[in-house]
């Protein structure tokens, strides 16, 4: 074998070609000529060469080796012939961040000593390569927050608001029954029942249920009484102002048992019957204009019924329970029930005496008829207390079926119709010009035949001359110039004040709904003939009831006492809690009032006085006749007002009566005269009221 020396060696062919040395030669050989070099000449270091790190990136996605071969690694390649050398790996600087590849070294060189040529780095933009991750991450986020949101809504539905949808729930298989409460009685002074509620039923329709409303209107009507016009709106479907459909609505109230019964063998489930109660006034007409009515609801619709409803109506009841659902809903046994109880109603206990009341409103009837009167009013008083112990009124109605009569029969003449007294007011007149002390009761004055008062000319109705006259005399002859001339002594201002001292001008506060104040002019809108037309009573419009009170003063010492209608409430345990004490003033002394209390007897006890024909056998009585006019719409309606207002015993007042009648005309002694003896007489019997014991008075007219 020719020796391998790495000479140059001519081919077959006469080519030159360099045969390849011995491995182990060749790096000997280099290693010497490198060390003979060195020792020769200075070695100048190249710049450091810095290795290019490769750094693997696992990465699974699946165009990596595409991209590689662009790169110009990982594949083979068959330029020259000759494989490929493997594609140098670039070190990635981070995602998205281009790589710097090392420029491959200069075939040319040939002397290491020299420095070597600084290197271009070229940067590649490389595409933005998907990454599988951050798919994965936001997958698992969105599948996150779906489950969150998930099991937030469960969590709501099981804990937060399980307790509202199970009350949602029920609510659709629950029903309410309305239980009425007992609505408290109406009492006389005794306990005598004037109006109370008896057991009844009421029938109640669910609209919801009733698929044709106009057959169940035709159905019900003639079992209830009631039009198929005024059922068909009630039972249509109807809402209420939040979109709730309505399941409850009243068909009637206080109906009979035995409608009842017939309302429910209909078997109609939409409509149903439960137990009530109806208002009942046994004595139907009486003190009718006192007690008022009800309506449908059990609501106060006039009179006490309305003006202490209140108290009376009490608190409905409520029982709610589950039922099964479908048509015809029947209750759940074992399932939710409630039961809220009713509250009854109060009791109210009236001063009114129902035995007095009734033939109180007998007596005033019958003489009404006599006289051909369209209304008429009496007021009976205990002088000590106030109480009203009667009120009557006529034409009256029946209080058990009221909404078949007119609503001008069921007024309160004594507290509401305003009049005028006549010459009832003269009293006022005489016992301020006895309190003022410009008289005493002794003592006459000058009196004419007639007085001139501005354009009217005033006389009496007993003629005489111009003469002394006794104020006992003044009073037995009702003269209109002896007290327009006390009058003249008082003056304007002092009339006035005693109008209202007595309690003219306002109303009573005796607690029935529409009283009315009557009209009392002050002094300083006096005119013309005012002066005189005012102290006889015309010109001045009052209530009965605020004369009865202001003779009551009279008799009972000088002090005004409220009416009183009301003497206590009874709770349904049956607790009493008296009535409050009536408001008191002193408004005349004791002394003015014993003096008057004598004075007027004098038109009874005189044989031809005013009021004559009130004199009663074994009682003295005192009190005064009076004739006026009908106040309306701002004037004076046709007729006159007949009325009589006195107390007895004289000379131990028990009790006050005021009479006024309404006619075509007719003096107060003649008229109302009768009506007030025949109801005294009967009050002091019904209370046992012993007689006088004292001999009637004698009276001297004239001086």
């Not at 070597?116 to 991450?137: E, I």
């Not at 002094?523 to 015309?538: A, E, N, R």
């Not at 202001?550 to 409220?562: E, K, P, V």
Request: glycine share 10%; charged share 25%; aromatic share 6%.
């Amino acid at each position: 074998m020719a020796q391998d020396d790495g000479k140059p060696r001519r081919g077959k062919n006469g080519d030159r070609r360099v045969v390849p040395l011995d491995k182990n030669r060749r790096s000997a050989g280099d290693a010497a000529r490198r060390r003979a070099r060195d020792d020769a000449e200075p070695r100048v270091d190249p710049p450091p060469y810095r290795r290019r790190t490769t750094v693997r990136r696992v990465d699974r996605d699946p165009f990596r080796p595409a991209l590689q071969l662009l790169d110009g690694g990982g594949a083979k390649s068959t330029r020259g012939g000759k494989p490929a050398a493997p594609a140098r790996k670039t070190p990635v600087r981070g995602r998205g961040t281009p790589t710097q590849r090392q420029p491959p070294r200069n075939p040319a060189r040939r002397n290491r000593n020299q420095p070597a040529a600084k290197r271009r780095m070229t940067k590649r933009r490389l595409p933005r390569l998907a990454s599988p991750n951050k798919r994965l991450r936001i997958g698992t986020v969105l599948v996150l927050l779906v489950f969150a949101v998930i099991g937030g809504r469960l969590v709501e539905l099981q804990v937060t608001d399980a307790a509202a949808y199970a009350a949602a729930a029920l609510d659709q298989r629950l029903y309410e029954e309305i239980l009425p409460a007992e609505r408290g009685s109406i009492l006389d002074r005794d306990g005598n029942p004037l109006a109370f509620s008896a057991d009844a039923r009421y029938v109640y329709a669910d609209p919801e249920m009733i698929s044709d409303p106009q057959a169940v209107a035709d159905q019900l009507s003639p079992l209830l009484g009631i039009p198929a016009s005024e059922l068909l709106p009630k039972l249509q479907r109807q809402k209420t102002e939040g979109g709730d459909a309505i399941r409850f609505v009243y068909l009637a109230r206080g109906v009979d048992i035995e409608v009842g019964d017939r309302v429910t063998a209909l078997e109609n489930p939409a409509v149903r019957v439960r137990h009530d109660e109806r208002r009942v006034v046994p004595g139907h007409d009486l003190a009718a204009n006192i007690l008022g009515f009800t309506g449908d609801e059990a609501k106060g619709l006039a009179g006490l019924e309305a003006q202490y409803d209140d108290l009376l109506r009490g608190v409905d009841g409520k029982r709610t329970y589950e039922v099964t659902p479908g048509e015809d809903p029947q209750e759940i046994p074992g399932g939710f029930n409630r039961e809220d109880p009713a509250r009854p109603g109060s009791s109210l206990q009236l001063t009114i005496d129902q035995d007095l009341q009734f033939r109180a409103q007998q007596i005033l009837t019958d003489q009404m008829k006599t006289a051909n009167g369209s209304f008429g009013a009496a007021v009976i008083m205990d002088v000590k207390t106030g109480e009203v112990v009667g009120l009557a009124s006529t034409p009256s109605y029946d209080a058990a079926d009221p909404f078949k009569y007119d609503a001008k029969l069921m007024q309160d003449w004594a507290a509401s119709a305003v009049v005028e007294p006549g010459s009832v007011h003269k009293a006022i007149i005489v016992s301020a010009a006895l309190e003022e002390g410009l008289i005493k009761p002794d003592e006459t004055i000058v009196v004419p035949p007639t007085l001139q008062v501005a354009d009217n000319l005033y006389k009496d109705t007993h003629y005489h001359t111009e003469r002394p006259m006794t104020l006992g005399g003044i009073l037995a002859y009702s003269s209109n110039v002896g007290t327009i001339e006390l009058a003249d002594m008082l003056g304007a201002e002092k009339v006035y004040e005693y109008q209202q001292r007595f309690g003219l001008g306002a109303t009573t506060g005796v607690g029935v709904a529409g009283e009315a104040e009557g009209i009392v002019r002050p002094s300083d809108t006096w005119q013309g003939s005012d002066f005189g037309s005012i102290p006889i009573g015309l010109g001045v419009a009052v209530t009965p009831l605020q004369m009865a009170a202001a003779y009551n003063a009279l008799a009972n010492g000088g002090t005004w006492i409220q009416p009183s209608l009301v003497k206590s409430t009874i709770a349904p345990d049956g607790t009493v809690t008296p009535a409050q004490a009536p408001v008191t003033r002193q408004i005349v002394s004791k002394e003015t009032s014993d003096e008057m209390r004598h004075l007027l007897q004098a038109p009874i006890a005189v044989p031809d006085g005013t009021g004559h024909t009130a004199r009663l056998e074994g009682y003295l009585i005192g009190g005064k006749t009076g004739t006026g006019q009908l106040a309306k719409d701002g004037g004076y309606a046709t007729g006159e007002v007949a009325g009589f207002v006195g107390f007895a015993p004289a000379d131990a007042p028990r009790f006050t009566v005021a009479v006024f009648i309404y006619t075509p005309g007719g003096g107060g002694g003649a008229v109302a005269g009768p009506a007030f003896r025949d109801i005294m007489a009967f009050t002091l019997g019904h209370f046992r009221v012993p007689p006088s014991t004292e001999p009637e008075p004698e009276f001297v007219i004239y001086g």
